[in-house]
């Protein structure tokens, strides 16, 4: 009961503070600070950040209150994660590539919510089906977790020349 409503829990929350990071960097007066963790522009690299800095948050939380002790968790929430990340740019550019436009808010929302509900519930299914942890499996989801935000700092004023990062 506890995991479902953790899971539950981590999607509302997510959700929330996901919708809330989409308008955070104009209601601060366009703060760089604020811009490293939300939305700067309409890019679709951008709008990824709505789903990886509430579910890093929410997992880390998560991990230091319930989950220190399961082991896999952070490794299996931060593949989980990349899931989610990879699942909102495919369904993202092949909806628009279909229908042929971008400014589609309920179906990119709709979309934003389908890619949390995809990490949290990818983590719980590795959680019940896994057999072995690597022996360094937290080191290595830290790791994840830090060169994405690392990567999503640097590339909010500073991205690559590619269409992924480019606003509609």
């Not at 590795?126 to 590339?155: D, E, G």
Request: aromatic share 18%; hydrophobic share 55%.
């Amino acid at each position: 009961m506890f995991k479902k409503l953790s899971v539950i829990i981590g999607i509302l929350f997510c959700v929330g503070l996901g919708v809330l990071l989409h308008f955070t960097y104009e209601w601060s007066g366009y703060n760089m600070a604020v811009g490293y963790f939300s939305s700067v522009n309409e890019s679709t690299w951008e709008h990824l950040k709505l789903l990886f800095f509430p579910v890093t948050l929410y997992t880390l939380g998560q991990f230091v209150f319930c989950e220190r002790k399961t082991k896999g968790f952070l490794l299996f929430r931060a593949v989980s994660l990349l899931i989610g990340l990879i699942f909102i740019t495919s369904a993202f550019f092949t909806v628009s590539g279909i229908v042929g436009k971008t400014d589609m808010p309920v179906v990119n929302i709709a979309i934003f919510v389908v890619g949390v509900i995809i990490t949290f519930v990818l983590t719980e299914l590795m959680l019940r089906s896994v057999y072995y942890v690597p022996k360094y499996s937290n080191l290595f989801a830290l790791i994840i977790f830090a060169v994405f935000t690392l990567l999503f700092i640097v590339w909010s004023y500073d991205p690559p020349n590619i269409g992924l990062f480019k606003a509609p």
